[in-house]
């Protein structure tokens, strides 16, 4: 079905209750690990729960339509997600990825797909010519845009473009943006990732990971692996999947709203040296981020005057929680330094921009003046605590 994108997070394609014959409107999450056969060499369609299941099933269609996939598979986490998806690759083979990339993909990377003979060219891949880092095995192109934490846009058109040049994969994690702002497919991807902890789950409850591909070759060889790895979704993780997708649209409107609100605060605060968000008219990637994306989403990273500053803002805020994570209802501030880059080695994240002085926030759906009010006291309270001394 040709539905609307609101309409496609309810419903998927279209309705499938076939499995369920009570009229439930919510669909039914089966809690089961095994499936009785009609007959020998006969199937219901589902076999064993590390295969399939329908909950986990119903959740990968609907991911599946909102980003205009030929299939998605929905993983226990987005590490477990990424982590099937170097499945892919051989011992030999040659990635070039991003160099700002969240520090938990820079880990696996470095620390797992290295010792599995996996090579890795990290680089600024909204900047440098990617085209001198291709090698004779290079297979893929891995990107984040935004990337996580600094706001960099890569341009996934032109990169598309090269890898089609150079018969490569082109993956896209599409965590920052959601479906909703953003559609790599349409843009040349051909793998997309997703931390469906973040945006699709929407109320900070439970893990998962999507990977959707647009190619029936690509499905069918990523179905052997999580199969095999056995890293699917749980049922009622799949079903509270499913909840959250409900509301992406009215969630991913709302927290644009307030992180645009909270973005025009931070740029007359004058302890706060840089913000970094893609919606800022006239930045470096603003033109391009427009051109790909159907907004600029909730996420933003800024800078402050000093390390003291940034670690006092962690403790003093009352409402914004300092947590990991983001893409829920709640508004929360990440330290990049110690949290989501802390395995990143300190050369590479200063390189980066992730000083002690950065710290990352995720707008919630909270009242945007509540949240500036809290930012504001935080400031204003390091002003008198600083005055003390």
Same mark, same amino acid.
């Given at each position: 079905?040709n539905y609307?994108?609101?309409?496609?997070?309810?419903?998927?394609?279209?309705?499938?209750?076939?499995?369920?014959?009570?009229?439930?409107?919510?669909?039914?999450?089966?809690?089961?690990a095994?499936?009785?056969?009609?007959?020998?060499?006969?199937?219901?369609?589902?076999?064993?729960?590390?295969?399939?299941?329908?909950?986990?099933?119903?959740?990968?269609?609907?991911?599946?339509?909102?980003e205009?996939?030929?299939?998605?598979?929905?993983?226990?986490s987005?590490?477990?997600?990424?982590?099937?998806?170097?499945?892919?690759?051989?011992?030999?083979?040659?990635?070039?990825?991003?160099?700002?990339?969240?520090?938990?993909?820079?880990?696996?990377?470095?620390?797992?797909?290295? #010792?599995?003979?996996i090579?890795?060219s990290? &680089?600024?891949?909204?900047?440098?010519?990617?085209?001198?880092?291709?090698?004779?095995?290079?297979?893929?192109i891995?990107?984040?845009?935004?990337?996580?934490?600094?706001?960099?846009?890569?341009?996934?058109?032109?990169?598309?473009?090269?890898?089609?040049? @150079? @018969?490569?994969?082109?993956?896209?994690?599409?965590?920052?943006?959601?479906?909703?702002?953003?559609?790599?497919?349409?843009?040349?991807?051909?793998i997309?990732? @997703?931390?469906?902890?973040?945006?699709?789950?929407?109320?900070?409850?439970?893990?998962?990971?999507?990977?959707?591909?647009?190619?029936?070759e690509?499905?069918?060889?990523?179905?052997?692996?999580? #199969?095999?790895?056995?890293?699917?979704?749980?049922?009622?993780?799949?079903?509270?999947?499913?909840?959250?997708?409900?509301?992406?649209?009215?969630?991913?409107?709302?927290a644009?709203?307030?992180?645009?609100? &909270?973005?025009?605060?931070?740029?007359?605060?004058?302890?706060?040296?840089? &913000?970094?968000?893609?919606?800022?008219?006239g930045?470096?990637?603003?033109?391009?981020?427009?051109?790909?994306?159907? !907004?600029? !989403?909730?996420?933003?990273?800024?800078?402050?005057?000093?390390?003291?500053?940034?670690?006092?803002?962690?403790?003093?805020?009352?409402?914004?929680?300092?947590?990991?994570?983001?893409?829920?209802?709640e508004?929360?501030?990440?330290?990049?330094?110690?949290?989501? @880059?802390?395995?990143?080695?300190?050369?590479?994240?200063?390189?980066?921009?992730?000083?002690?002085?950065?710290?990352?926030?995720?707008?919630?759906?909270?009242?945007?003046?509540?949240?500036?009010?809290?930012?504001?006291?935080?400031?204003?309270?390091?002003?008198?605590?600083?005055? #003390?001394?």
């Amino acid at each position: 079905m040709n539905y609307g994108f609101a309409t496609k997070c309810i419903y998927g394609n279209g309705k499938d209750y076939d499995k369920d014959k009570t009229g439930a409107i919510s669909f039914p999450i089966y809690q089961t690990a095994t499936y009785a056969h009609p007959a020998v060499g006969e199937s219901t369609g589902f076999d064993y729960s590390r295969l399939q299941n329908p909950t986990r099933q119903q959740v990968e269609r609907v991911v599946a339509a909102l980003e205009g996939g030929v299939d998605a598979l929905a993983f226990a986490s987005g590490m477990a997600a990424i982590t099937a998806m170097m499945e892919l690759f051989q011992p030999g083979d040659h990635l070039i990825t991003d160099g700002d990339l969240y520090g938990g993909s820079i880990r696996l990377f470095d620390r797992v797909s290295e #010792k599995n003979g996996i090579t890795f060219s990290h &680089v600024d891949c909204s900047f440098v010519d990617i085209e001198s880092f291709i090698q004779k095995n290079t297979k893929a192109i891995f990107i984040e845009t935004p990337t996580n934490p600094m706001m960099n846009i890569i341009d996934i058109r032109k990169v598309s473009d090269i890898a089609k040049k @150079h @018969h490569l994969l082109l993956i896209v994690d599409n965590t920052f943006m959601s479906p909703y702002f953003q559609n790599p497919f349409e843009l040349g991807a051909d793998i997309i990732i @997703h931390s469906g902890t973040k945006f699709l789950g929407g109320h900070n409850d439970t893990l998962s990971g999507f990977i959707v591909t647009n190619s029936q070759e690509l499905a069918d060889r990523l179905r052997f692996l999580i #199969k095999t790895v056995g890293s699917g979704l749980a049922p009622f993780d799949s079903w509270l999947i499913l909840r959250g997708i409900k509301t992406l649209p009215i969630r991913m409107e709302k927290a644009q709203e307030n992180a645009k609100a &909270v973005v025009e605060y931070l740029l007359k605060e004058p302890k706060v040296l840089n &913000v970094y968000y893609p919606g800022i008219e006239g930045t470096k990637g603003y033109e391009i981020c427009r051109s790909q994306a159907r !907004g600029f !989403g909730s996420m933003l990273t800024f800078e402050v005057e000093s390390k003291e500053l940034a670690l006092h803002m962690l403790k003093s805020t009352k409402l914004i929680s300092f947590a990991e994570s983001l893409g829920g209802t709640e508004t929360l501030l990440t330290y990049p330094a110690t949290q989501t @880059h802390a395995d990143v080695p300190e050369q590479i994240r200063i390189r980066n921009g992730i000083t002690d002085r950065v710290l990352r926030l995720s707008a919630g759906i909270e009242d945007k003046n509540d949240l500036i009010a809290d930012l504001e006291q935080a400031f204003s309270s390091f002003e008198k605590e600083y005055n #003390k001394e």
